[in-house]
T-cell receptor, first 113, second 112 residues
């Protein structure tokens, strides 16, 4: 199994630009999570899906952030417009019902200048 | 509210034993997790406790006391490769949905 696959690994963009982060969960996993990690705030849950349906998006910072999961094998997190304070590592994780732990992807390091 | 506290940094010697503590406050506790994260890498799942007591897995053990809102991760026979951040996380169930809340992590340095 290839694990959770995220792209791109690194993204540098200018303030005001749209950024799209992508995630492919492990096949058969029915939960998908988007997290953001910074030194100051640690890992913060942004949103999670169960069977492609968004269950809790209360962690999404503001309307500039949106996430979709059009099918069981793909999800996107979009930031429009991006701001310097969005700079962080964004992790996608997935898990299957009945198993408590997640498998994290390698993350996308986003820098907004 | 929800809150997780763990020490920011710890240092230990190769071959020794180290205990990393975690205290939490949550209204709908539904399990406690420990993850290991090496610098620049993704967190990896170490252990899960939902009932009180000790769970042992090789050199790593995790303990939970729900009444005290307390957990620890015990690492035995420390190796240099154990230098990493250790994240305590709590699963909270409120109104039928689960939230996974992570602490900011404990950076462990293992010295030769």
């Amino acid at each position: 199994d290839a694990g959770v696959i995220q792209s791109p690994r690194h993204e540098v963009t200018e303030m005001g630009q749209e950024v799209t982060l992508r995630c492919k969960p492990i096949s058969g996993h029915d939960y998908l999570f988007w997290y953001r990690q910074t030194m100051m705030r640690g890992l913060e849950l942004l949103i999670y899906f169960n069977n492609n349906v968004p269950i809790d998006d209360s962690g999404m910072p503001e309307d500039r952030f949106s996430a979709k999961m059009p099918n069981a094998s793909f999800s996107t997190l979009k930031i429009q417009p991006s701001e310097p304070r969005d700079s962080a590592v964004y992790f996608c994780a997935s898990r299957e019902t009945g198993f408590p732990g997640y498998t994290f992807g390698s993350g996308t390091r986003l820098t907004v200048v | 509210g929800q809150n997780i506290d763990q020490p920011t940094e710890m240092t230990a010697t190769e071959g020794a034993i180290v205990q990393i503590n975690c205290t939490y406050q949550t209204s709908g506790f539904n399990g406690l997790f420990w993850y290991q994260q090496h610098a620049g890498e993704a967190p990896t799942f170490l252990s899960y406790n939902v009932l009180d007591g000790l769970e042992e897995k090789g050199r790593f053990s995790s303990f939970l006391s729900r009444s005290k809102g307390y957990s620890y991760l015990l690492l035995k026979e420390l190796q240099m490769k154990d230098s990493a951040s250790y994240l305590c996380a709590v699963r909270d169930e409120t109104s039928g949905t689960y939230k996974y809340i992570f602490g900011t992590g404990t950076r462990l340095k293992v010295l030769a």
